[in-house]
């Protein structure tokens, strides 16, 4: 018999084959420019795109990002370095991409927040998108447009593209409540705590076929567990505290890092017992602290959350679908 890890995909199995609860959705009408209905109509997939800590570049997990796509209608949250790739290894066409959501302002996850948009243009994306997030995202847009305005004027004189800033529509949030719903999903924010940066936000995605939260960056938050109630699937960021002193050990600001670490993010502990609180059904581990060095095998990860949680338990991996 294998490890409990070992047994973790047959549960993904289980939980991505679950049957639809599409009946009773409130379906907004379509509009003319909505993709094309994928064959699993109103079934969602959660791609985790990124599943590492922090801004540094890490050798075995990629930047911060997921995203969550219904009806061939792709929703990024999160825009961490290399997030265009990771949509494309993912077998994701850039101009799926309908809304990109910010949780936060920290680099490691809005360092591509234009570069995706701008890669998704040079590539097909030929048709509106809305983003979402805390401000300053109205005038990060505005100066990404101007930063590479050169290459975007280029391209439009010479390849007949449009103009991109026509295809970016910034939302600024700064409150929680429903941020966004259309035909595919009902979207809400809920405010967390991850000081110094506010606001910082956790999102709710009630599809056609079940509930999926994204926690963001965040210590252990009420709002948060009030949010994903329910929900048939939270993805949360984690902390394995053993290993954080070997982690800042290699820092020139361990003294700092470490303060940081402790007063804004989320221990495994912390985060078997949201997840229990909230009642959720299924726990995915992400955004790893630490994520790249000192390395933790996917059985310390399951090992240190499991006595809080009895739900299905999930240790994320880059481009793993749910």
Wanted: glycine share 8%; net charge neutral; hydrophobic share 40%.
């Amino acid at each position: 018999m294998g490890t409990r890890a070992e047994g973790l995909p047959s549960r993904r199995r289980f939980l991505a084959g679950a049957a639809a609860l599409a009946s009773g959705w409130p379906l907004r009408g379509l509009t003319a420019d909505a993709p094309a209905s994928a064959p699993d109509t109103g079934k969602s997939r959660l791609i985790l795109l990124g599943t590492a800590g922090g801004p540094t570049p890490k050798p075995n997990r990629a930047a911060p990002a997921q995203v969550i796509v219904v009806n061939g209608a792709s929703y990024v949250v999160d825009c961490g370095n290399g997030v265009a790739r990771q949509l494309i290894l993912a077998k994701l066409k850039l101009a799926s991409i309908r809304n990109v959501y910010i949780t936060h302002h920290h680099s490691d996850h809005n360092a591509d927040y234009g570069n995706l948009l701008l890669l998704a243009w040079a590539t097909d994306l030929a048709r509106k998108v809305d983003t979402w997030g805390p401000p300053p995202l109205a005038e990060m847009t505005r100066q990404f447009l101007a930063l590479n305005d050169y290459d975007i004027r280029t391209r439009i004189a010479d390849e007949g593209r449009p103009p991109l800033k026509d295809l970016i529509v910034p939302h600024e949030i700064r409150a929680g409540g429903v941020v966004m719903q259309d035909e595919n999903v009902r979207v809400t924010a809920a405010l967390v705590q991850h000081p110094p940066v506010e606001p910082a936000f956790a999102y709710r995605f009630d599809c056609p076929d079940r509930s999926i939260v994204i926690s963001g960056d965040t210590r252990p938050s009420d709002n948060l567990v009030k949010l994903a109630r329910g929900a048939d699937v939270l993805v949360h960021e984690v902390m394995h505290l053993p290993s954080l002193e070997q982690l800042i050990a290699t820092e020139p600001n361990a003294k700092t890092l470490r303060e940081h670490l402790l007063a804004s993010h989320t221990t495994t502990e912390q985060v078997g017992r949201i997840a229990t609180e909230a009642g959720v059904k299924t726990l995915v581990l992400s955004h790893f602290v630490p994520g790249g060095y000192p390395f933790l095998k996917d059985e310390v990860w399951y090992d240190a959350v499991k006595p809080y949680f009895n739900g299905n338990l999930v240790v994320g991996h880059d481009l793993q679908e749910l």
